[in-house]
């Protein structure tokens, strides 16, 4: 290990023009703005069109990042997508923006962690920076939801929205303040059935039983997920905080996992953080998986909010069951 301090060099954002309001949800199926709002904190999302791709999505994220960074494109040198909507099963979407940016070979990968999936992929992209195999990762938390939503079930087709979130980690320079001080995954699949999409992989490939039964859309257990959200990225939280030695006041923002209100602020209330320190955006996108994280890092430092030096804390639960955190002086 050569112990390489490394950092958030960049990071940016990407959504679709098109919005899907609680009020065009209330012509779709039987529910309430007041019903949504007071349950999950949303109030509009966005929504791909047919031709639109992961991929897609994540290269406007891209280009957008590389005028905000001083690292050149071709410095490239590792690609990992967070999602649970690739372009395919394969080729993975990392290597579908490798070709679109015009890379030579490097490694370049999709993994699969829900919406735990960004905490999940700057934890690799950070090991492989310290141990000296990469100098430039190109991370990106990317999901189109709303191509694997059941837009017949109440419950769920509220929730979801469409989104890109990119970043760059790169070694620090000496005497640089910005660092990633820590990351802790973790992970429970005893519960990996009250998240799930049925059909499409080996279980159960595509026949015409599974298209008519609509069973390629993600199915949860809603009030299951709840509690065991709660417990998770609190429990995240408090383990990255303790095995630094720190607490809440020493948090400058925090950035969770944008799945439900509730959760985002028992997850704050377990760290007694303030609320006004709290990085919000799930009223305008919904919960996009791994995408929100990045996606609300984004704006944070495009309006000002969050400054080179502060300390952050990232902070995500999903699918699997997976949670993680990250915590890090940007």
């Known amino acids: 290990m050569n112990n390489y301090k490394v950092k958030f060099a960049g990071v940016s954002m990407s959504v679709p023009d098109k919005v899907l309001t609680n009020a065009d949800l209330e012509?779709?199926?039987?529910?309430?703005?007041?019903w949504i709002r007071t349950r999950t904190g949303m109030v509009e999302r966005r929504i791909t069109d047919e031709?639109?791709?992961?991929?897609?999505?994540?290269?406007?994220?891209?280009?957008?990042?590389?005028?905000?960074?001083?690292?050149k494109q071709k410095d490239i040198d590792l690609i990992i997508v967070a999602t649970i909507s690739p372009d395919h099963l394969f080729p993975s979407t990392a290597c579908i923006l490798q070709k679109k940016l015009g890379l030579p070979p490097v490694p370049a990968f999709d993994l699969s962690a829900g919406c735990t999936g960004f905490i999940y992929a700057v934890t690799i992209a950070k090991r492989f920076i310290e141990c000296g195999m990469s100098k430039n990762a190109l991370v990106i938390g990317v999901e189109l939801l709303t191509k694997i939503t059941d837009w017949t079930d109440r419950n769920t087709c509220v929730l979801f929205g469409d989104g890109a979130g990119a970043a760059i980690l790169t070694k620090a320079k000496k005497g640089e303040?910005?660092?990633?001080?820590?990351?802790?995954?973790?992970?429970?699949?005893k519960y990996g059935d009250l998240l799930y999409m049925p059909a499409g992989g080996s279980r159960m490939p595509a026949t015409t039983y599974t298209v008519k039964k609509n069973l390629h859309t993600l199915r949860m257990e809603g009030n299951k997920i709840f509690k065991a959200a709660v417990k998770a990225m609190g429990d995240a939280a408090?383990?990255?905080?303790?095995?630094?030695?720190?607490?809440?006041?020493?948090?400058?923002?925090?950035?969770?996992?944008?799945?439900n209100l509730r959760i985002i602020d028992a997850t704050a209330r377990r760290i007694k953080l303030p609320p006004q320190k709290v990085i919000i955006n799930i009223e305008k996108y919904g919960n996009t998986s791994s995408a929100t994280i990045p996606m609300a890092f984004a704006e944070?430092?495009?309006?000002?909010?969050?400054?080179?030096?502060?300390?952050?804390?990232l902070d995500a639960f999903g699918a699997g069951f997976t949670w993680g955190s990250v915590l890090l002086r940007y």
């Open 27 to 34: 012509k779709m199926v039987d529910t309430s703005d007041e």
């Open 51 to 71: 031709n639109t791709a992961a991929s897609d999505l994540s290269y406007k994220a891209i280009e957008k990042l590389f005028k905000t960074v001083d690292i």
């Open 177 to 189: 303040i910005s660092e990633i001080v820590d990351t802790y995954i973790n992970a429970d699949g």
């Open 238 to 259: 408090v383990t990255i905080l303790q095995r630094n030695g720190l607490t809440g006041e020493d948090i400058d923002w925090l950035i969770p996992h944008q799945a």
């Open 300 to 313: 944070a430092v495009e309006d000002g909010r969050i400054r080179r030096g502060d300390m952050v804390l």
